[in-house]
């Protein structure tokens, strides 16, 4: 499932899936309803379920090139439940309280990003040794060189750790761009299924998905 033209490297593995979202109304004007955030919590019913082996499968994924994904570097998707058994983790927006959801559950890293605070061209691909990027308003950077991450024509803007500040959706967001960071093991159609689950949130908070 590729939406839009988003080129994607060789790269053994790896089982991304990408979605594009439009909403009927910025971000800003667009709360996440109950239903959205009753799934924001561990252990409760979802179509997708995570497992030990996604949770290696994902680590071995972003080690290919010599990234650590360990302490501060470790996948969003293993943050989310630390954060939600800690209640740490607010709703943000509903494009991002969905990816949230379905990476929660899934085990699935998934990046969202404002599509038009990406400049094309779009690929996935693996950033040199010394790349980097600050990832949120204090200015702290993330070094990225060897992770598998999303860039548009200004280098890496999203990855399965953290996304890059420039990129990531504000209130007057419309259109959005989900990057499901999945692995072919254990189950081939574990990504897909995730990316089946993300749209259908996403068409029923109102947006079109293509």
Same mark, same amino acid.
């Given at each position: 499932m590729l939406a839009m033209n988003v080129d994607v490297v060789a790269y053994p593995g790896l089982a991304v899936q990408v979605l594009q979202a439009t909403f009927p109304r910025p971000?800003?004007?667009?709360?996440?309803p109950p239903w959205l955030l009753e799934l924001l919590r561990v252990g409760v019913a979802a179509p997708v379920q995570t497992s030990e082996?996604?949770?290696?499968a994902v /680590?071995?994924?972003l080690r290919l090139h010599g990234y650590r994904p360990t302490g501060r570097g470790k996948p969003s998707s293993e943050y989310l439940v &630390?954060?939600?058994?800690?209640? /740490?983790l607010?709703?943000?927006n509903a494009a991002v309280d969905a990816g949230n959801v379905v990476s929660l559950h899934s085990g699935?890293?998934? &990046?969202?990003?404002?599509l038009d605070l990406c400049r094309p061209p779009l690929r996935i691909d693996v950033p040199p040794p010394g790349s980097a990027y600050v990832f949120n308003r204090s200015g702290q950077t993330i070094d990225v060189g060897?992770?598998?991450?999303?860039?548009d024509a200004d280098g890496a803007c999203a990855n399965a750790v953290k996304d890059a500040q420039r990129t990531k959706t504000t209130p007057a967001t419309v259109r959005v761009l989900a990057v499901v960071w999945g692995a072919s093991a254990p189950d081939p159609a574990h990504a897909g299924?995730?990316?089946q689950w993300l749209r259908a949130v996403f068409e029923r908070l109102g947006a079109v998905v293509g």
């Open positions: 971000l800003g004007e667009t709360a996440s082996g996604v949770r290696t /680590r071995d994924v &630390s954060a939600v058994g800690d209640g /740490r607010g709703t943000i699935l890293p998934i &990046s969202v990003v404002d060897g992770l598998v991450s999303l860039h299924r995730t990316a």
